[in-house]
């Protein structure tokens, strides 16, 4: 399934992200899942929020002047199972899909884990996650 | 168009006896009214007989900003109070304002030197002029004012400040030029952008811009956003204010109005004239000025001169744009360094937006050169690689024009301060004692 992520710019300074998740708290947005990858100056936060909240996140970032992005990406579902992941990620490389960055959380209440996917390739990946799924 | 056929216009021959004329009347007035131009010209060994032609002028000692500071608020005047019409003061980063007081006859020169730039710039009675330079001390908007009235357009004095307001009056008066510093234009482009007020809503058609430093790149820039031929108006307080010079239709160069403010270039550091065509600093004596002339006066702005004629017909010399000042250079790892450079280097790149700040400090015996910089919001990803990109070709840039070595800190958006008067660019934070 293919679900938009929030990219938003962070300079690397103590706090920033606390901002962040203090924004979308107060505002009654619930990260369902974020992941950092940073440089020694800056850094970038890519967050997941629920379907319907997305559009409201965006806006409020852009408004309290974060430099923020949505960007398409791949979310599976993988079982807890030893070698689940490995049978995904395989199946990925057999069709020449790169993986630029991943991340995975667990939902509130289920047996499996969600996978987050930055394909170079998001059309083929995503037809590829659904012959799996 | 031009204002003043006349004096724009007239040949190199007649300009040097019209100067000659006025530079033997202004330096027997100073020498006559003024203690502190007495006592300079007799220390130097020079007496107001001495001037005969204009060449005669390098036999007189120059005038520095620390005069005026030593002399405040008005040991420089050459007339009586009564007769000073006008105070201006420009905002002292460093120990006292600098103070100027206008005669009736100064006020008008001044004027008259506003509306040639504003002719030039092809302005005249059926234009709105929206003044965005600050009203008060500050001779920007007074300075524009009253050139704006001579020509008989309509002034809409809107000062500087309260952009949302500023952006309504554009759109319901209809207005045709903003004057204003480029780094204001700048930043009003952008606050029409977010407003979504797009050029069809406008008239603007002319930016008269000035009061700081700007290049050509911004130039293309302020032009493409705003819809405007946008033109330079160079001028500082200590010779009288906005105006002393401005570009024509052709933007080559400004013409500096040199019946009323003669323009020299000398070697910063010998003091000695340059060749012709040569790099320096900018000299001013107020031909025309009588309460408080400026004999030779030293700008500290870097800049060159063109005698030849210009395509606009004037005959006015032109300066070039100005390349930094001598005393806002700074010298980071033995390097001269220009905060306009960094500047006209931001504008080679779509990704930047235009604003930046240098922080020069020194750790471990060695300076530190960091530059801020925001990324257009359009230009950031998910991707760190790509703004690591971005930031690896700019410090390259950078290093391959000025020779040393920036440490480029990408900021978040609307963090680096857009000036609505002469935006800061540079901190030096290192100590010498």
Redesign the interface.
Known sequence: MIIRQLSVFLENKIGMFAKIARLLGDNGINMLSFNISETQDFGIARIIVEKEEEDRALSLLKANSYAVSMTPVLLIHCNHVPGAMANILEQLSAAGVSIEYLYAFAGKDSDFSRVVIRPDNLEKANQIAQELQ | MIWNKEMECMSREQMREVQGEKLRKIVAHAYSNSPFYKQRLDEHGVHPSDIKTIDDIVKLPFTVKQDLRDNYPFGLMAVPMSDIIRLHASSGTTGKPIVVGYTRTDLDNWSEAVARCLTAFGLGKNDLVQISYGYGLFTGGLGAHAGVQKIGATVIPTSSGNTQKQMQLMQDFGTTALACTPSYAMYMSDELQKAGITLDRLKLRVGIFGAEPWTEAMRQELQKKLGVKAYDIYGLTEISGPGVGSECECQCGTHIWEDLYYPEIIDPVTLKPVEPGQKGELVFTTLDKWGMPMLRYRTRDLTTLNYEKCDCGRTCVRMGKIMGRSDDMMIVRGVNVFPSQIESILLEFPEYEPYFLIEVDRVNNTDTFDIQVE?K?EF?????NE??RIRQRLTSRIQSVIGIQPNI???????IERSTGKAKRAIDHRKFE
């Not at chain 2, 800190?409 to 963090?415: E, G, H, L, M, S």
């Open positions: 990324v919001p950031y990803t998910d991707r760190i703004l690591v800190k990408i900021v978040q958006p609307n963090t």
